[in-house]
Structure formats: structure tokens, C-alpha cells
């Protein structure tokens, strides 16, 4: 409990802190100083690679990321610490500049809405940058799942590698995890729903600039209105997007659209151990627009629509749940 003026000032400095060290890592990434890092370099030589950044500011950030772990100091020298380098190169890269990126335009858009000039409720941003980058942080995801996780699921890694092999991406938005999973599978087609015309638009764009448009269907629909009958081998269902209200009826119809044997992974919100950790991604939760679900009650959710083999897949600490439900 903060006791004092003084310690109110003392946590808000802190936590301002911690926001300008994800700001200057995220600056590594945007910049292209993190690939550069993969080797050891001068402040001069990365300035002269990398124009974006004025070597005074290239040498403050390297500061901070030194002090927070991600770049390792060697006399004049800097490199990426060993830990980091997964992420000096695509896909991680992008994914990781996406989640910095949209974390921190999402915190200020809530500020903006505490004062009636933010979004309307639930997921309606309409900022291009900060929907892109809420996409590029999804985009690690197809890699990461087939290398860890497809394994665990029986044969539906056989199933996505035949011709005529399709996914059903719930929540579409810029298309960014579309178009991993068809780079991931190359006989893979795609049927993305959403229902807010910024993003689709922004996704239309990226589909034909990935040369997708023959394997990507993006449809301007709700889940719940969806009619195609076992026509997926997999299928994307992102909770937290989704009213409380509207989750069953979902679930149910996303059931109805794989096939027999398919496979539907539904993400809930989480947070690692912690009261704080709770309640900060409660209220992200909260600004998306769906429910906060336990583990328990999205397993007792999935099978109350017919789902079996209902499993949680092992994952990062750092995220949410990640359920998968075979029909």
C-alpha cells in the first residue's frame, strides 16, 4: 500500500522505467541494430549501418539493453546477448517488434479512452501501425507450433501437408497468422473471419503483397454466422476477442466447421504467478473485449460443444493458456 506522495512518485518512476527499456529494445529491432549485434561492433560502426539512429542515441540504448540483459558489453564492443539472438532475424524478430509495439500503442490508446478520445469498447483500434503490429506478434506462432507442439496433436501434421488442407483463422484481422501458416504449409488455404473493416482492408493489402490471394479467403463475418460444414483440418478461436456472450454459440460453430479428427486451439488470456501479473492482463482481457476464462472453465466450455481429447499444450510462462480441442 503506498503510504506516502513519495512512494506514489517513487512507482511511477519505476514503472516509467521499465517503459522506456522496452522502448529502447524495441528501437534494436525497428532499427535493424539487433541483427547487426549478432557480431561484435562498435557505437561507430553500427551508426554507420544503421541510419535511422544517430550514434548518441544508438549508444543510450545500448546502455539500457546492457543494463537489462539483452546486449552484452565487451570493453568498446556490444553484441546480442545469446538468449536474444533467436530474435535478431524473422520470424522472431517481427513477432517480438509486433508485441513491443502493440503493447505499448495499446496502453497509450487506453489512456486516450480514460479522457473520451480513445476506441469504443472491445477490439476496434483503427491506428494501421498498431493493428499491424498486434498481427506481427501472432506471426511466430504457425513455426513455433509446427517445431514444438503439432507433434502432440496425432496425425493432423499429415493432414496439413496434403492438398486440399484448410484453416479456419477466427479473428483475421491483419492476416498475419494466415499468412505464416500458409508460408509454414505450402498446400495450406485459409479462411479468415472478422467482422471490423480496418483490419480486413489492411489484411486484403498483405494477402496480395504475399502473393496469398489464390489461398487466403477473407470473409467479412462473425463466427457465429458461419455455415461451412467439416471443411477444416484446423481451426483458430481466440478467446479473448470474443463477447462472453457470443463464446459458446463460437465454440459450438467452430466445432461444426472441421472435420472429423480436426482440431481447434483456443487460447484464453493468463499470466504467469502473481496478483499484479492477474490483474494487468485481466484488464487487457477487459479492453479486448472478452471474457477472463480459467483453464477449468474453458476445458468445461469445449467439451460442453461436443469437443473431446481436450488438452492444455505446454507453452511459455509468459503467455496465456493454450487449449486444443479435437472433434
Known amino acids: 500500500m503506498i503510504k506516502t506522495p513519495q512512494e506514489m512518485r517513487a512507482l ?35 551508426a554507420e549501418r544503421c541510419t535511422t539512429l544517430p550514434a548518441g542515441h544508438i549508444g543510450r540504448c545500448l546502455a539500457v539493453a ?53 476506441p469504443a469498447p472491445g477490439w476496434r483500434h483503427t491506428n494501421a501501425a498498431l493493428l499491424q503490429a498486434q498481427g506481427d506478434a501472432s506471426s511466430m506462432f504457425p513455426p513455433m ?3 514444438h507442439l503439432l507433434a502432440t496433436l496425432g496425425d493432423l501434421g ?17 492476416a498475419a497468422l494466415a499468412i505464416a501458416m500458409c508460408q509454414c504449409w505450402p498446400e495450406l488455404s485459409v479462411v479468415g473471419l472478422d467482422t471490423f473493416d480496418v483490419p480486413l482492408s489492411i489484411a486484403r493489402q498483405n494477402v496480395a503483397r504475399a502473393g496469398l490471394t489464390a489461398r487466403i479467403e ?31 454459440a463460437a465454440v459450438a460453430r467452430a466445432r461444426a466447421s472441421l ?29 479486448w473485449g472478452g471474457p477472463v476464462l480459467s483453464t477449468p472453465d474453458a476445458e468445461a466450455l469445449l467439451k460442453a460443444a461436443g469437443f473431446s481429447q481436450v488438452r492444455v499444450l505446454p507453452g511459455p510462462p509468459t503467455v496465456g493458456p493454450l487449449l486444443a480441442a479435437q472433434r
Open 158 to 174: 499429415g493432414r496439413l501437408e496434403k492438398p486440399g488442407a484448410r484453416f479456419l483463422d477466427v479473428g483475421v484481422g491483419v
Open 145 to 147: 507450433f509446427k517445431a
Open 66 to 118: 546492457v543494463e537489462a540483459g539483452v546486449v552484452v558489453a565487451d570493453g568498446a564492443l556490444y553484441r546480442l546477448a545469446e538468449g536474444a539472438l533467436p530474435f535478431a532475424q524473422a520470424p522472431g524478430r517481427t513477432a517480438l517488434k509486433g508485441e513491443i509495439r502493440a503493447n505499448l500503442m495499446q496502453a497509450l490508446a487506453f489512456l486516450d479512452s480514460a479522457n473520451g478520445t480513445g
Open 259 to 287: 472435420r472429423p479428427g480436426g482440431w481447434l486451439i483456443f487460447p484464453i488470456a493468463g499470466a504467469p504467478s502473481g496478483d499484479r501479473f492477474r490483474a494487468v492482463f485481466g484488464l487487457i482481457n477487459e479492453l
Open 218 to 248: 477473407l470473409r467479412d463475418l462473425a463466427i457465429e454466422e458461419l455455415r461451412d460444414e467439416t471443411a477444416f483440418e484446423l481451426a483458430w478461436l481466440p478467446s479473448f476477442f470474443i463477447p462472453a456472450g457470443a463464446l459458446a
Open 12 to 46: 511511477t518512476h519505476d514503472l516509467s522505467t521499465s517503459a522506456w527499456t522496452l522502448s529502447a529494445i524495441g528501437a534494436l529491432l525497428e532499427s535493424g541494430l539487433a541483427e547487426q549485434l549478432c557480431e561484435p561492433r562498435s557505437v561507430d560502426a553500427l
